[in-house]
């Protein structure tokens, strides 16, 4: 991990750009079609290092995927028969798929064995391992984090769970979990975040149902195999939607971008401190809604903001710092510990560079207070954490001096192609 990119600011803009598809969408896609016995085309998926981790986790359980014309088609091998895996499985660096597969793995009549990149050893499993215990999974961690060992059980049953901690992933892991028990199960949440599993699921005829706060699975259902189609990813939509507003006399467009209410809390927020940005040609594909975004230059006030709108925007939270400290007035953001067990300890490593760029902060262990001011530039490190690294690359477009971003490797892990469309819009970047 040893890729430097040093930007040189760039001019105005006025594009459009292409955004890859969604990430939390892709992963999802691929095991779902994975666990069924049946063909299904996934059309205009993430081939990114995390979703790329995720079919090589699936292919290992038994799936036939192949890749024709940048899209997949997947022949899966039922969950109820899945391959035991050869070799210890690999997540790389996608905690999403380790949490996600977990509630498959778990189930199983054979033992395994997930483990993952540097960053990923040192994230918190015991979410999703405590409520697995808790319905007869047998598994283990290193002292909370991976490797994660599972075990054969004769225990397990069909259950109710209510998810506290406001996680997707955990959600995921034990709807999947509750796919493969008999009877019916029920997931209750206490705040609500991306419903990409169940929308997907319903879209393809499984029997899930949302009633109020809670989901109810009825275990080892089929589903109607058909095409999914993937919108583009919101989360990397952000980092382009932001350049724009930050950029003096600068506009871009990003098209078929998923619109999913749990995930636009940036659109909300941003909107509140007066950014401009349209939202056009509003429509639902695959049932999730998708639309086309423009963003432009727009004078932005301070952000303040805590509570259930943070697991709306938690992914763009590195990008939303970056608003704080180019807009006048402090920036207070709160309930955001989440962000430390992320890829890397967001509220420190972007705080760090912050810091380094002549932008005074003040944090707790749950909050972050940015000053705004002048980006003077410098040499910051992203840590591996691939939202770090972009989240600098665009403050880099409005700096005085130059940024030099060190470890950005990981950029491939959701956004291939992030550096080239920085060039297209126009930055000068120089790799080393
Ligand atoms: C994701 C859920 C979120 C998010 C992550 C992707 C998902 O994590 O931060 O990037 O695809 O389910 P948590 O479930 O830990 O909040």
């Not at 949302?210 to 259902?221: L, S, T, Y």
């Not at 932001?242 to 871009?252: D, E, P, T, W, Y």
């Not at 890397?344 to 940015?370: A, F, P, V």
Request: hydrophobic share 40%; glycine share 6%.
């Amino acid at each position: 991990m040893t890729q430097n990119i040093i930007i040189n600011g760039s001019d105005s803009f006025d594009f459009e750009v292409n955004i890859p598809a969604d990430k939390s969408i892709t992963h999802r896609a691929i095991i779902i079609a994975s666990m069924y016995e049946s063909k299904i085309r996934i059309i205009n998926p993430l081939l990114a290092d995390d979703c790329l981790s995720t079919i090589e986790v699936m292919r290992q359980l038994g799936a036939t995927i192949k890749e024709e014309d940048a899209n997949l088609i997947i022949m899966g091998k039922s969950y109820k028969n899945f391959s035991q895996p050869k070799e210890k499985i690999y997540a790389g660096n996608s905690g999403t798929l380790m949490r996600l597969v977990s509630g498959l793995l778990s189930m199983q009549d054979f033992s395994s064995e997930i483990y993952g990149d540097k960053s990923l050893m040192n994230r918190p499993m015991e979410r999703i391992c405590k409520p697995l215990r808790e319905i007869g999974c047998k598994l283990d961690t290193f002292n909370g984090s991976p490797p994660i060992k599972f075990y054969p059980s004769s225990e397990k049953k069909s259950f109710e769970y209510e998810n506290t901690l406001a996680s997707a992933q955990v959600k995921s892991c034990m709807i999947f979990a509750a796919i493969c028990l008999q009877g019916k199960s029920i997931i209750k949440e206490q705040i609500a975040t991306r419903d990409h599993t169940e929308r997907l699921l319903s879209y393809l005829d499984y029997p899930i149902k949302k009633v109020d706060n809670n989901i109810c699975i009825i275990g080892q259902g089929d589903i109607n195999p058909k095409e999914i189609k993937i919108p583009n990813d919101i989360s990397s939509a952000a980092f382009f939607i932001v350049a724009a507003l930050i950029k003096k006399n600068s506009r871009l467009t990003m098209k078929n971008i998923n619109y999913n209410d749990r995930r636009i809390g940036i659109i909300k927020v941003l909107k509140e401190i007066g950014a401009k940005i349209t939202i056009d040609n509003k429509r639902t594909e695959t049932n999730d809604t998708v639309v086309d975004i423009t963003s432009q230059y727009s004078q932005l006030e301070s952000v303040n903001i805590n509570g259930e709108i943070i697991s709306d925007l938690i992914d763009e939270l590195p990008i939303l710092f970056i608003v704080c400290a180019a807009c006048n007035g402090i920036s207070q953001i709160s309930n955001i510990e989440e962000l430390r067990y992320k890829e890397s300890d967001r509220i420190e490593s972007m705080e760090k560079g912050l810091n380094l760029l002549g932008i005074k902060t003040e944090s707790t262990q749950d909050s972050i207070k940015i000053h705004g001011g002048k980006l003077k530039g410098g040499i910051v490190d992203s840590c591996g954490d691939h939202r770090v690294a972009m989240a600098f690359s665009i403050a880099a477009l409005i700096s005085e001096k130059p940024i030099t971003i060190l470890n950005t490797k990981n950029i491939s892990t959701s956004f291939p192609n992030f550096l080239d469309l920085l060039i297209e819009i126009g930055a000068e970047l120089y790799e080393s």
